[in-house]
């Protein structure tokens, strides 16, 4: 089920630490790791109570001949192991077991999260080139705009031809198209982190890419998430 986060609007650019907490907390794979790792630690916990001695105590009263001086009274307490003595090799065994089961789980979970961890710094630097490369396009088309100004000034006065105007316009004309294909990669590169992210398309969304991907620290352990 894909929950849209309408009310979730964030006042900062979501970067790489905000997208992949949103990643963990609404992601099925994350979701899938924790609901393991949780259950193993679940099963370890119980394997190592089963291992604690379990104790009956029992308690007897009686009446009994005292010799000469006639009956007397007599009582005692009894503390007996319900745990057999040959079950703590089996129950090592479960232990053991259920220690290397929930290692797994966090392994795995680990695996998950970096997964992720790799995946929205990609589409973060992604988003961050597309953004460049708008730019970039927008700068390049401003200094054909302005030479075509240019142009047409000398073509009024007289010392360039029309068709160095016209060969300018289709400058201007290309570099629109180019502005225009850097613009629709931007927003390819904006909706693939929203649905990835499961954010509300309505909403208008800013993103920060990643300053040093290769040697991120979200890769490790996530501890605080």
């Known amino acids: 089920m894909i929950l849209l986060l309408a009310s ?4 900062a650019p979501i970067d790489l ?7 963990i907390r609404d992601g099925v794979d994350a979701q899938e790791a924790a609901i393991a790792r949780r259950a193993a630690e679940s099963t ?6 089963a291992g604690l001695p379990s104790f009956s105590a029992s308690a007897s009263a009686g009446a009994e001949l005292a010799g000469d001086t006639g ?5 005692g307490v009894g503390l007996a192991s319900t745990t057999p003595l040959y079950a703590g090799g089996a129950i090592s065994a479960d232990r053991d077991a259920a220690v290397a089961s929930l290692e797994a789980a966090e392994a795995e979970e680990r695996r998950v999260i970096q997964d992720l961890t790799l995946a929205l710094a990609g589409e973060l630097l992604a ?3 597309a953004q460049d490369g708008v730019a970039a396009a927008g700068a390049a088309l401003d200094a054909e705009l302005a030479l075509e100004r ?3 000034a000398l073509v009024a006065a007289g010392t ?5 105007l016209l060969q300018q316009t289709a400058a201007v004309a290309k570099a629109k198209s180019t502005l225009v294909a850097a613009q629709r990669d931007r927003a390819h590169a904006e909706l693939q982190l929203i649905g990835d992210l499961r954010l509300d398309p309505r909403e208008s969304w800013e993103f920060s890419a990643p ?3 290769a040697a991120h620290a979200y890769c490790r352990w996530p501890t605080a998430l």
């Not at 360039?160 to 160095?164: F, N, Q, S, W, Y």
């Open 8 to 11: 979730f609007a964030l006042a």
């Open 17 to 23: 630490d905000a997208a992949l907490k949103l990643a």
């Open 44 to 49: 370890l916990a119980r394997r190592r109570l």
């Open 71 to 75: 009956i007397g009274t007599s009582a």
């Open 127 to 129: 988003l961050a080139a």
């Open 150 to 152: 240019r142009i047409s």
């Open 160 to 164: 360039r031809t029309r068709a160095d």
């Open 211 to 213: 300053a040093h991907p």
